[in-house]
């Protein structure tokens, strides 16, 4: 059963089912202990509710809480989830909205379907791309790929399978903590047509995987396993099936729900500070440098020889 069917099977059993699951989660006990703890006292003037978005074939992105943990899905499985900007819009609401609501202290992004995602729909994205514009102008927002300021002060799980290529790769290189089932295949494979990796892996996969793994694989194409990801350390836990990976997800995201939310943020804080000043520049160039290649014979000719299933021919230029 793929993770979609997961889920359609978990809402029908909802109602019966005690926490809203049918995980056969070891991490229940401390669901019940992190939802019994007080959340932070201070009060905030942007507190928010994170609504719910149920699975739906119009939902983009759905929402589904779970006590202190909320789990965050991308639904467009008929495109092998590939990021629209509209998709890419409801991430950084979602985001946004879970960092705002003092109920919520973890949360775990997955993939619907038989894929995580491969990555930028190149079609859907033209527009905003050659324009110059940000990929979302939503005031309530956060950048799911973590270019640009906001950035999360709460824990990311992300939890991957199947395909997970390109911008799929990216978003999970933006998470805290990685998990992803045996049969994921990692792609970051924008040089061989005609682009580059504009959502962060130029700089998160050097620094994450170390240059010489990184560079062997986006200036190749060449896709690799879930096991050559937990050689370079990119995957803190592999699972064997796709629904063993999001169980995995959930009861580690349970774990750091049942933790001091000040204390986790404060770990994550600190944290960041040791990379913020090396990562700021290479980061706020990315969209320009990114977006200046949509223009190129090459990314032409990269698209043209997609659509025509042959191997592209390029000029350099």
């Known amino acids: 059963m793929n993770i979609t069917g997961f889920f359609e099977r978990r809402h029908l059993l909802k109602a019966a089912t005690a926490l809203g699951g049918i995980f056969a989660l070891n ?3 401390a669901i019940a202990d992190a939802e019994q703890q007080p959340v932070a006292s201070e009060a905030h003037s942007n507190d928010v509710r994170m609504e719910e978005i149920p699975l739906s074939s119009s939902a983009k992105v759905t929402v589904e809480r779970r006590g202190n943990v909320v789990l965050i899905g991308i639904n467009r499985p008929y495109i092998h989830n590939r990021i629209d900007p509209e998709a890419y819009a409801g991430l950084a609401r979602a985001y946004y909205q ?3 609501d003092p109920t919520l202290r973890a949360a775990v992004l997955f993939g619907h379907g038989d894929n995580f995602s491969r990555g930028i729909d190149v079609d859907a994205f033209q527009a905003v791309v050659t324009s110059g514009r940000p990929r979302t102008s939503e005031r309530e927002a956060i950048d799911p790929l973590a270019k640009t300021a ?3 002060t709460k824990p990311l799980v992300v939890v991957v399978h199947g395909d997970t290529w390109n911008m799929g790769h990216e ?19 924008e040089n061989t047509h005609g682009r580059f990796p504009g959502g962060g892996a130029t700089i998160r996969f050097v620094r994450e995987a170390g240059w010489g793994n990184a560079m062997r694989y986006m200036l190749t194409g060449d896709h690799w396993s879930a096991e050559e990801a937990l050689r370079m350390g990119l995957v803190q836990h592999i699972a064997p099936t796709p629904d063993k990976a999001l169980e995995a997800g959930i009861n580690i995201a349970t774990k750091i729900a049942a933790c001091g939310p000040l204390g986790i943020k404060t770990t994550l804080a600190s944290a960041h500070l040791a990379i913020a000043s090396s990562q700021a520049e290479a980061l706020s160039k990315l969209n320009a440098q990114y977006g200046a290649l949509y223009s190129t014979e090459d990314f032409k000719e990269g698209r043209k020889a997609e659509a025509e299933g042959r191997l592209p021919v390029y000029q350099g230029k």
């Open 171 to 189: 978003l999970y290189l933006a998470a805290d903590i990685r998990v992803a089932a045996t049969e994921t295949r990692f792609g970051q494979d």
């Open 98 to 100: 879970y960092d705002h």
């Open 27 to 29: 991490g229940r006990a």
């Open 150 to 152: 906001p950035v999360l």
